[in-house]
């Protein structure tokens, strides 16, 4: 199905693609992205509201949507000691981050972390389920402290997280020489990785990363049951669920197809990185029946990195998604 021509008007919280992927998700001739932005109006702000400073600052799994040299969308997390997080005003965040984390971000993935440069922000609490999502601009960096300027907050729905315990690992559990694999497309292992996985994120970008506060970096979670996600070859097929209706994933999509994905394992703390070019399938008789499926995002997987042993915290799976009861799994067996 061809791409309709992105719309001439968008409003202040929304950008062109985001816009167009509203409408192409109804039927309604009214056109979804009206009731969205009427929705929306006060809820997606320029500044963190209190609760979702105090949010950051208790320290929740963090996901940075950055980009690599190339201009490529990551998604990578981050971590400090207690506290590491702060925020002095309702538009400033304050990140100290972990000189391991750090050598992640700058050395390990050569992410761009720029004065001036975006970036994109995903808070979880995964006990609680909560999230928040934060995109901003650089505007500080000296060391491993981090500053940014806050350009777009909001909450998002807590459907398809899987609660987990969120624990530190001992110092021997953690690889201090760290071991970078980087490879073209889908190694065996990696192809293994994403067919059990139940959760992953994903970063995207907008084509132009302008001046206006909706033409950012965005990253975002991704989750179902274990097996959601179908590998063939270097091709993944990932079934769009039923959420908040911003596609803000999507929508950057339909601007910018490069995407990042990162996949933990939470037995060994090793992270996997992904990269690609995405693509969206609307209509829904071009793929097989996929249970709670509403559209299909397909990824041609370019690039691979394994980190092994970096991560230093284990997050254990206590519940499943209710959410997830009422999707599909590629995985018969």
């Known amino acids: 199905m061809k791409t309709p021509h992105l719309p001439n ?5 929304f950008h062109q693609g985001e816009v167009l992927a509203q409408d192409m998700s109804t039927s309604d001739t009214v056109g979804l ?4 932005a ?3 109006k006060g809820f997606i702000r320029p500044f963190m509201p209190q609760q979702h400073r105090a949010f950051f600052e208790s320290g929740p799994l963090m996901m940075l949507g950055l980009l690599d040299q190339s201009g490529h969308p990551v998604a990578v997390p981050v971590w400090g000691d207690e506290g590491y997080i702060r925020s002095p005003s309702d538009t400033r965040l304050q990140m100290s981050i972990a000189s391991v984390a750090f050598e992640l971000i700058d050395t390990q993935l050569g992410l761009d972390i720029n004065t001036g440069s975006k970036i994109g922000l995903l808070g979880l609490e995964l006990a609680t389920k909560r999230r928040n999502r934060l995109n901003g601009v650089i505007n500080h960096l000296k060391d491993t402290d981090m500053h940014i300027s806050v350009e777009q907050s909001f909450g998002n729905c807590p459907q398809y997280i899987h609660t987990r315990e969120s624990t530190k690992a001992t110092s021997s559990n953690v ?5 970078v694999t980087t490879t073209k497309g889908l190694s065996q292992r990696l192809r293994d990785v994403v067919e059990s996985a139940d959760t992953f994120f994903i970063a995207s970008r907008h084509a132009r990363l302008g001046e206006n506060v909706n033409e950012g970096i965005d990253v975002s979670h991704r989750g179902g049951k274990s097996g959601f996600v179908s590998v063939d070859d270097n091709m993944l097929t990932i079934p769009d669920f039923s959420g908040n209706k911003f596609f803000n994933t999507i929508g950057n999509i339909l601007v910018d ?5 990162c996949f933990f394992d939470n037995d060994t703390g090793t992270l996997h990185f992904l990269q690609g070019r995405a693509a969206i399938i609307w209509d829904k008789q071009l793929m097989p029946e996929f249970k709670g499926a509403e559209r299909f995002i397909q990824i041609d997987i370019t690039q691979s990195t394994t ?4 991560y230093p915290f284990r997050h254990q799976l206590i519940q499943h998604s209710p959410a997830v009861d009422k999707t599909g799994g590629w995985r018969t067996t």
């Not at 008007?9 to 919280?13: G, K, T």
């Not at 992205?33 to 969205?36: A, L, M, N, Q």
Request: net charge negative; glycine share 4%.
């Open 175 to 179: 690889d201090t020489n760290v071991q």
């Open 9 to 13: 008007d968008v409003n202040s919280a």
């Open 33 to 36: 992205s009206k009731i969205i």
């Open 307 to 310: 980190i092994e042993h970096c």
């Open 38 to 40: 009427e929705r929306t």
């Open 257 to 261: 197809e490069r995407v990042g994905l």
